[in-house]
């Protein structure tokens, strides 16, 4: 019997995790949040901006992250425009640019920000997998990587980017990351070397990679998966999707870690009989 | 000549650039610099579109061919063609004093829609695929056999849980909060990251540096030549 539950069937596994998501996204139950100092920093962060400082948001991601960046996405660029900030929006990889115009659609309009004025797309420019060719360009002279907007406007007839010319005029720089070119490169061309601050948005995943440029004050705040944007929702008292998800993805964490304990328990047993 | 020009122009470039970073203010050297990301961009560009040419005449030559799983490849051409058809073309429209390019990416566009509600959802699908194999994987490999993986266990469950409110709502039920001095398990997960996996990270990071440096000295002054498809010299 122990033996047979050990050697359990994978699809019973994966049916369970199934039915524990479907409970968790069917009857969701608020949860105590507590703000983690990564998150709270990132925060903290983006409340000390100024109305008409200039602030690059790079949405270096693509769909298959979508539903655990694009919450904390919606929501920093909320705060962003609450704090009537100029956003430059802007992508190193061409599936960034569906998630930027659906930001865009979710909250810039919602808001009555106008384009050119309050916020401006600058599109998708193709740097190579270390993005380097864009990101030390954009540290020299923005103009001459991105010529026009996305819209096709020319850039010295944008109002937001009059006077705005490389890095020296951009107060902050958030990158959206779920690989590469995103937050790594910008940290190691944008940061160490024009002292760009740099706020990382990245996948529960890759988040412990970047603990270090945290902790040494190459990251201004790290907000790490779909928890760390239920977590901003919270701070800036909007929920959306990701408080919305949060019950689900509890109780699919939940689920694993009760199967990792219940297969160590089975090995105990399982020992026990065998050493008799 | 065929490969002295290659490794003087990958010599020339990279001195630049390595030259740049450490004396910025050098006109010459940072308008050189400029010349070179500019040429960067626009070579970068033309080898998306070789790479979307050399993927459509692969798969022309097996539909064409009939080679096995034909069928795949030619659902991959159409699927090409019918996004090509609606995210290309685009206009202008005057808007105020400006004229606005409308394009068949834009929020609200065929192009767009077809992004948005047939490959992301088949995207996030193929991704989210991977907590159900994370599930089964645990299941079956996470096993306290010895000291070390006991370890890793205690350490990875404390973090999962720590992850989540549902973690913490589970803590304070339980009034594990002595166990660590009153700190609730956000905390113990955050000092577990923050400190001994950060150290770990960092030393691997600082390896892997010294490795690129070393890795781009050889290719610079042309020790490592394997980039033209040859050994080390």
């Given at each position: 019997m122990i033996e047979r539950l050990a050697n359990l069937d994978r699809r019973f596994i994966f049916l369970l995790l199934v039915l524990c998501i479907s409970y968790g996204l069917l009857f969701p139950k608020p949860l105590k949040i507590s703000i983690d100092p990564p998150v709270k920093a990132a925060y903290d962060t983006i409340s000390q901006l100024q109305p008409g400082d200039k602030v690059i948001l790079s949405?270096?991601?693509?769909?298959?992250v979508m539903p655990e960046l694009q919450p904390a996405a919606l929501a920093i660029l909320r705060h962003c425009f609450m704090k009537k900030a100029d956003v430059i929006l802007m992508t190193?990889?061409?599936?960034?640019l569906p998630m930027m115009s659906d930001a865009i659609a979710s909250v810039a309009i919602p808001m009555g920000e106008k384009v050119n004025q309050d916020y401006v797309d600058l599109g998708f420019k193709w740097g190579?997998?270390?993005g380097s060719s864009v990101i030390e360009g954009l540290g020299s002279d923005i103009k001459s990587v991105?010529?026009?907007?996305?819209?096709?406007?020319?850039y010295d007839r944008v109002p937001l980017l009059?006077?705005?010319?490389?890095?020296?005029?951009?107060?902050l720089l958030i990158s959206f990351t779920?690989?590469?070119?995103g937050v790594d490169e910008y940290i190691q061309y944008a940061n160490a070397r024009y002292h760009l601050p740099i706020v990382g948005v990245v996948t529960k995943v890759t988040a412990p990679k970047e603990f270090p440029f945290l902790n040494s004050g190459q990251l201004s705040g790290l907000v790490a998966g779909l928890v760390g944007g239920a977590e901003y929702e919270e701070l800036i008292d909007h929920p959306g999707f990701g408080l919305a998800g949060l019950f689900a993805l509890s109780t699919a964490q939940v689920t694993i870690i009760l199967f990792i304990l219940a297969a160590n328990v089975l090995q105990f047993f399982a020992g026990r009989k065998k050493s008799k | 000549m065929r490969r002295q020009l290659p490794l003087l122009v990958l010599f020339f470039s990279g001195m630049t650039m390595l030259v740049d970073y450490f004396f910025p203010e050098t006109p010459l050297i940072h308008g050189t610099r400029e010349v070179f990301l500019n040429w960067g961009r626009i070579a970068l560009t033309f080898a998306m579109i070789l790479g979307v040419m050399n993927l459509l005449i692969s798969n022309l030559k097996k539909v064409f061919l009939q080679q096995s799983g034909w069928m795949y490849n030619m659902i991959l051409l159409l699927s090409f063609g019918i996004t090509f058809w609606y995210s290309v073309p685009f206009h202008f429209v005057k808007s105020g004093e400006y004229f606005s390019m409308i394009k068949?990416?834009?929020?609200?566009?065929t192009g767009f829609n077809i992004f948005m509600n047939v490959y992301t959802p088949l995207s996030s699908t193929m991704f989210s695929l991977v907590a159900f194999f994370i599930a089964s994987a645990a299941f079956r490999a996470?096993?306290?056999?010895?000291i070390e993986a006991t370890l890793l266990l205690g350490s990875a469950i404390l973090v999962m849980l720590g992850s989540i409110p549902l973690g913490n709502s589970l803590y304070d039920r339980f009034h594990l909060a002595t166990w660590f001095g009153s700190h609730n398990l956000s905390w113990v997960a955050n000092f577990i990251q923050d400190v001994p996996m950060s150290a770990s990270q960092r030393a691997i990071n600082l390896g892997v540096a010294v490795g690129i440096i070393s890795m781009s000295m050889k290719i610079l002054l042309g020790i490592d030549r394997s980039y033209f498809g040859e050994g080390e010299s």
């Open positions: 949405f270096d991601y693509g769909p298959s190193l990889w061409n599936e960034g190579g997998v270390t991105f010529p026009n907007t996305n819209g096709g406007s020319p009059k006077g705005v010319k490389n890095f020296k005029d951009i107060k779920a690989g590469n070119p | 068949g990416t834009d929020a609200g566009s996470f096993r306290a056999k010895n």
